[in-house]
């Protein structure tokens, strides 16, 4: 079973007050410096203060990099750039040219030093370095790093004299923006899920059609979504049943999502996608709702965007990327809070679970609205996986919760948990 994650995004200058967190003083209040503490609280979540600079410098669009979810594995990069990894390492997803099985505690990535974000797959992983170069491991990728590999347990760097600022990985390709918001992908295109308006795979990475630039992009399994420079949402690839915008087949090429709506952030799972709409911080959701993941209170499939219940306002919102009718979502507030729904079969959405849903012919426990994940606050990122979420803190921090078969909550054992559990290892994350 696929279960697929991340979202790389960029931000700009109407950064959500949770992800300034660092910023803020002990009583919460921003300094009169803003703007000087804006771009040094990105620096040092990004890049531990140290000075990246060139032309493919990180910046802000690798911030929520920092922290990424797929069905049985999680990764994160420390606040100093050195990249770890937890959990299966079924598919080589670990980065680590030791045959290591399950790993239930964080393990270094093989030259994981000096990294800006990770965005990792349950079979295919890539990380951004500070030079603004990605480099892949894993499977699933045709022709890794451009050449005839299609399997490794170490990362291969990526042929591009492209500079990247964010990476994205979806179910046998990758996508990612450069410096000016252009996006680029790469991989398997039998969807087209590329954006090069064809089918054809592609080794290198290749310039999505249409020409538009993009603050951050999202790849789900097969379908891609990006919140262009104007705010608008754009969706190209196979379209899933019910389609993400809203018609049968977002098709090879970049393909507006119906409405007005403007939107900061946005990320797609294997059958839905989630935004934030810029300014107002609400969230909206569409696509499938088998098991209540879209948050309106309703199983109903949505063609277009919905608003989410409960009138929150929201940093960001994550979608499991998972291949499978099961699957939850989960949002961080600007106030640090965090809330998940959708299915939750193994705790993963952090509260119990008072009704059931009907999905394929089972009932599953299930939460149709957000529900808060109690005794965790300060939350800066959150991303989910297919059974399991996890959330880094204020404290720089990582909690994480739900399965745990494969050690992907990172605490030492292979003990499941319905309430978040720290991280082992006294890492410090950004």
Request: charged fraction near 10%; hydrophobic fraction near 35%; aromatic fraction near 6%.
């Given at each position: 079973?696929?279960?697929?994650?991340?979202?790389?995004?960029?931000?700009?200058?109407?950064?959500?007050?949770?992800?300034?967190?660092?910023?803020?003083?002990?009583?919460?209040?921003?300094?009169?410096?803003?703007?000087?503490?804006?771009?040094?609280?990105?620096?040092?979540?990004?890049?531990?203060?140290?000075?990246?600079?060139?032309?493919?410098?990180?910046?802000?669009?690798?911030?929520?990099?920092?922290?990424?979810?797929?069905?049985?594995?999680?990764?994160?990069?420390?606040?100093?750039?050195?990249?770890?990894?937890?959990?299966?390492?079924?598919?080589?997803?670990?980065?680590?040219?030791?045959?290591?099985?399950?790993?239930p505690q964080p393990n270094p990535?093989?030259?994981?030093?000096?990294?800006?974000?990770?965005?990792?797959?349950?079979?295919?992983?890539?990380?951004?370095?500070?030079?603004?170069?990605?480099?892949?491991?894993?499977?699933?990728?045709?022709?890794?790093?451009?050449?005839?590999?299609?399997?490794?347990?170490?990362?291969?760097?990526?042929?591009?004299?492209?500079?990247?600022?964010?990476?994205?990985?979806?179910?046998?390709?990758?996508?990612?923006?450069?410096?000016?918001?252009?996006?680029?992908?790469?991989?398997?295109?039998?969807?087209?899920?590329?954006?090069?308006?064809?089918?054809?795979?592609?080794?290198?990475?290749?310039?999505?059609?249409?020409?538009?630039?993009?603050?951050?992009?999202?790849?789900?399994?097969?379908?891609?979504?990006?919140?262009?420079?104007?705010?608008?949402?754009?969706?190209?690839?196979?379209?899933?049943?019910?389609?993400?915008?809203?018609?049968?087949?977002?098709?090879?090429?970049?393909?507006?999502?119906?409405g007005s709506l403007r939107f900061?952030?946005?990320?797609?799972?294997?059958?839905?996608?989630?935004?934030?709409?810029?300014?107002?911080?609400?969230?909206?959701?569409?696509?499938?709702?088998?098991?209540?993941?879209?948050?309106?209170?309703?199983?109903?499939?949505?063609?277009?965007?919905?608003?989410?219940?409960?009138?929150?306002?929201?940093?960001?919102?994550?979608?499991?990327?998972?291949?499978?009718?099961?699957?939850?979502?989960?949002?961080?507030?600007?106030?640090?809070?965090?809330?998940?729904?959708?299915?939750?079969?193994?705790?993963?959405?952090?509260?119990?679970?008072?009704?059931?849903?009907?999905?394929?012919?089972?009932?599953?426990?299930?939460?149709?609205?957000?529900?808060?994940?109690?005794?965790?606050?300060?939350?800066?990122?959150?991303?989910?996986?297919?059974?399991?979420?996890?959330?880094?803190?204020?404290?720089?921090?990582?909690?994480?919760?739900?399965?745990?078969?494969?050690?992907?909550?990172?605490?030492?054992?292979?003990?499941?948990?319905?309430?978040?559990?720290?991280?082992?290892?006294?890492?410090?994350?950004?």
């Amino acid at each position: 079973m696929s279960r697929l994650l991340h979202d790389s995004q960029r931000y700009d200058s109407a950064i959500p007050r949770a992800l300034l967190s660092p910023c803020l003083s002990a009583n919460g209040a921003v300094a009169l410096r803003i703007r000087v503490l804006v771009a040094d609280c990105i620096v040092f979540a990004v890049l531990g203060c140290s000075d990246a600079t060139g032309p493919g410098a990180p910046n802000a669009t690798t911030l929520d990099g920092a922290l990424t979810v797929a069905s049985d594995v999680t990764c994160a990069v420390t606040a100093n750039g050195v990249g770890y990894c937890w959990g299966s390492d079924a598919n080589g997803q670990l980065g680590s040219s030791a045959n290591l099985g399950p790993v239930p505690q964080p393990n270094p990535i093989d030259n994981g030093a000096s990294l800006a974000m990770v965005s990792v797959t349950n079979t295919t992983a890539c990380r951004l370095d500070r030079a603004g170069a990605v480099s892949c491991w894993g499977t699933a990728i045709p022709s890794l790093g451009g050449t005839s590999t299609t399997f490794s347990d170490v990362p291969l760097i990526v042929s591009s004299a492209t500079k990247f600022t964010s990476v994205t990985s979806g179910s046998g390709f990758v996508c990612a923006l450069d410096a000016g918001g252009s996006a680029y992908c790469w991989g398997r295109n039998a969807f087209g899920n590329l954006g090069t308006g064809d089918s054809v795979t592609r080794v290198v990475p290749t310039p999505v059609a249409g020409n538009l630039t993009f603050t951050t992009i999202s790849a789900g399994l097969v379908d891609v979504c990006g919140i262009a420079t104007s705010g608008a949402a754009y969706c190209w690839g196979a379209g899933d049943i019910p389609p993400l915008a809203g018609m049968s087949n977002t098709g090879p090429t970049p393909t507006r999502v119906p409405g007005s709506l403007r939107f900061s952030s946005i990320s797609v799972g294997g059958l839905t996608a989630c935004a934030v709409e810029a300014g107002t911080n609400a969230g909206f959701c569409w696509g499938a709702n088998f098991d209540g993941k879209l948050g309106d209170g309703t199983q109903e499939p949505r063609a277009e965007p919905t608003p989410v219940s409960g009138n929150h306002r929201f940093a960001s919102i994550r979608q499991s990327r998972a291949n499978s009718t099961v699957s939850h979502t989960c949002g961080v507030t600007t106030d640090g809070s965090a809330y998940c729904w959708g299915g939750n079969t193994k705790g993963q959405v952090g509260s119990a679970s008072t009704r059931t849903c009907v999905v394929g012919g089972s009932a599953v426990p299930c939460t149709l609205e957000p529900a808060l994940v109690p005794s965790l606050a300060d939350v800066t990122r959150i991303d989910a996986g297919l059974d399991h979420t996890c959330a880094l803190t204020r404290q720089h921090e990582i909690r994480c919760w739900g399965d745990n078969s494969t050690g992907e909550l990172g605490d030492g054992t292979t003990t499941s948990s319905a309430a978040p559990v720290l991280v082992k290892g006294g890492l410090r994350f950004p």
